[in-house]
C-alpha cells in the first residue's frame, strides 16, 4: 500500500486536538486522522477542551 508519512495540517493549531494528514499515493486521495492530546487524562473528551 502506497501511503506518505503522516504530516502535520498547517493552520489546524489546537491545545488538546491533533489533526494530521498522509497520502494514499495508489488511490490518489487523503487520509486524516483526529486524535485528542490530553495524556494526563487519559484523552479523554469533555466539552471543555
Avoid: C
Wanted: hydrophobic fraction near 40%; charged fraction near 25%.
Amino acid at each position: 500500500m502506497g501511503l506518505t508519512p503522516w504530516q502535520k495540517v498547517e493552520g489546524f493549531e489546537f491545545d488538546h486536538i491533533i489533526y494530521k494528514k498522509k497520502q494514499h499515493t495508489e488511490m490518489e486521495g487523503w487520509v486524516g486522522r483526529i486524535a485528542f492530546n490530553r495524556p494526563e487524562k487519559l484523552n479523554a473528551f469533555s466539552i471543555t477542551l
